[in-house]
């Protein structure tokens, strides 16, 4: 008799070699010279809905907005550790432009309409994905639902085989080396792109929006009900750990392919962020392309729900937790995260008095950052 841990065990490992076997069916080969991959790698509400954008309204870039979510909902009965496996062999697939992949965790797929928050994908807004819009528009969520919700399916990788780019935000990684695959495939220009955030930001963000059923996936891993301890504990390890790896006796591989970004950074000089990520991953800009980053940054109009994830005064998001949340939240979440505020440069507050003070800078020198984890160990610090 099967138990239900083998039951769970045994689907998560047949989903991978359907995944795997997709990919040969589909005849996935190399990519064209000069196709760069792009790994957003971040966790939940740090951020990387807007950096996302700043990728997917670039003309050259095909981008998805967290396509392993599709995994986690389709196979809630494992671990988070566990479902690394199949998340990384779906994002290695979609690298490939290979999106029939994700009609396995969806049902009965017609419409491109069916891939989780598409229509932030400017890429599945424009031809060939859909006629409506130029190639090079700056395209709304609101405009690319009403004009492109159906589009068939499979648009998606006619539209993703003609961009040099493709770009993905995931935020359901816990582990560095659940990526090594990745790095050493020789099929992939990898390039990752690292967000954190100050985890007193994270913890203020995640009371204005329900994620009960990823924190019920963590908690149930530790055999607990879902409580925002564990969850905070569980993500701001991880994102230590990550960060770490790169820095103890990383695989060669990963040489020039790793980038550390900080919210706090990218809100605080955003076409300087900006400018240096395009550099990095091979991307030209332009006056349209800046003048946008510019705006989006700089919103000081009434909330719209339409750009609500987007357009806001930036550098005020990243402070709003110092009023937002109470004293006793603040050393609670600092007491939780003290490591990862650590490795990653945030400072913390004693009083309230100093937590309410917008005029002290609570994040340190970007430059100060490697001599800060300098002497940490993966291993034994975080736990």
Known sequence: MFTRCSW?????????LLLLWLGCWHGAAPPPPGRTHILLLSSWRSGSTFAGQLFSQHPDVFYLMEPARHVWHHLPGGSPELLQGPARDLIRALFRCETAVLQDFMHQPHQVSQIFMWLMSRALCSPPACEAFRRGDIVSPGECQAHCNASPFGKAAEACITYSHVALKVVRFFQLEALYPLLADPALDLRIIHLVRDPRAVYASRQLISLYADDLLISQAHNATPNARLVMRKVCH????????????????LHGRYLLTRYEDLVRDPLGQVAEWYRYTGLASSPQLEAWVHNITHWSGPPDPEVTAVWRDASKVSQAWRHQLSFHQVQEVQEICKPAMEVFGYRPVSSEEEQRDLAKD?????EELETQTKGWSVFSDLH
């Open 362 to 366: 609570l994040v340190l020198p970007r």
């Open 238 to 253: 991880s994102q230590a750990g990550i960060y770490l790896a790169t820095l103890h006796h990383p695989p060669s591989a």
């Open 8 to 16: 769970r065990l045994l689907l998560l490992l047949s989903s991978t």
